[in-house]
């Protein structure tokens, strides 16, 4: 790894951890800075990769770099969550996983039986019974654009299990999990851990998908 790497991911997990704080204290100022700047960070994070070589099979930079900046502008909206804001944030993250499902695509499908398909298939189903549907009932008129938003996040995760990368599953995965508790958090029962959650689970999902698809 090289020194900007190295100073790329120190800068990166640096940048979390200050953001976590902000969450946990309740420092709104602080946490509306660094919580953009992640996402900054992990889109130079892929660019780095890519420039000195991404693994043979990687996806082109493109899409990654797509969903990065509409998650940054997910990011952005959600700051603070009026009606009007959070459509626009759901909005941005679905074009944001549309880019990600066409960079999986851009990967290799791993030989053999798609295993990991066949567990993510009752995972997303489960996932959806026990917690889709209350968000999606709770969400009132914002039903159609909260379940259109679900579809293509769980879509994103069975194409990653299809194409078998564990560390893409993963972070696809805990996306889904940082979703699901900001989405039952708003709609369903507000809990006070949630944000917390939520925000460690997202950034912990970007960067894995990042760094399983450049890897």
Same mark, same amino acid.
């Given at each position: 790894?090289?020194?900007?790497?190295?100073?790329?991911s120190v800068a990166l997990g640096v940048?979390? &951890?200050?953001?976590?704080?902000?969450?946990?204290?309740?420092?709104?100022?602080?946490?509306?800075?660094?919580?953009?700047?992640?996402?900054?960070?992990?889109?130079?994070?892929?660019?780095?990769?890519? +420039?000195?070589? $991404?693994?043979?099979?990687?996806?082109?930079?493109?899409?990654?770099?797509?969903?990065?900046? !509409?998650?940054?502008?997910?990011?952005? $909206?959600?700051?603070?969550?009026?009606?009007?804001?959070?459509?626009? #944030?759901?909005?941005?993250? !679905?074009?944001?996983?549309?880019?990600? =499902? +066409?960079?999986? &695509?851009?990967?290799?499908?791993?030989?053999?039986?798609?295993?990991?398909?066949?567990? $993510?298939?009752? %995972?997303?189903?489960?996932?959806?019974?026990? !917690?889709?549907?209350?968000?999606?009932?709770?969400? #009132?008129?914002?039903?159609?654009?909260?379940?259109?938003?679900?579809?293509?996040?769980?879509?994103?995760?069975?194409?990653?299990? +299809?194409?078998?990368?564990?560390?893409?599953?993963?972070?696809? !995965?805990?996306?889904?999990?940082?979703?699901?508790?900001?989405?039952?958090?708003?709609?369903?029962?507000?809990?006070?851990?949630?944000? =917390?959650?939520?925000? %460690?689970?997202?950034?912990?999902?970007?960067?894995? =998908? %990042? %760094?399983g698809l450049f890897r």
């Open positions: 790894m090289t020194t900007h790497l190295w100073v790329l940048t979390a &951890l200050i953001n976590w704080g902000a969450v946990l204290r309740g420092e709104y100022a602080l946490e509306r800075l660094t919580k953009p700047l992640v996402v900054l960070l992990l889109g130079g994070l892929a660019w780095s990769l890519s +420039w000195e070589g $991404a693994a043979p099979g990687s996806p082109p930079l493109l899409p990654v770099l797509l969903a990065l900046g !509409f998650s940054l502008v997910g990011d952005v $909206a959600l700051l603070t969550a009026t009606e009007t804001r959070f459509l626009v #944030g759901v909005g941005a993250f !679905f074009v944001a996983h549309v880019a990600y =499902i +066409w960079a999986v &695509l851009e990967t290799p499908t791993q030989p053999g039986f798609p295993w990991w398909l066949l567990g $993510a298939v009752p %995972v997303a189903v489960l996932l959806f019974v026990l !917690f889709g549907r209350a968000i999606v009932r709770g969400a #009132g008129e914002q039903r159609g654009p909260v379940f259109i938003y679900q579809l293509a996040l769980l879509t994103l995760l069975l194409v990653a299990a +299809w194409k078998g990368d564990w560390l893409v599953i993963l972070g696809c !995965f805990t996306f889904v999990v940082s979703d699901t508790v900001l989405g039952h958090d708003r709609f369903v029962h507000e809990r006070r851990w949630a944000p =917390i959650v939520v925000i %460690v689970t997202y950034h912990v999902a970007q960067t894995l =998908i %990042v %760094v």
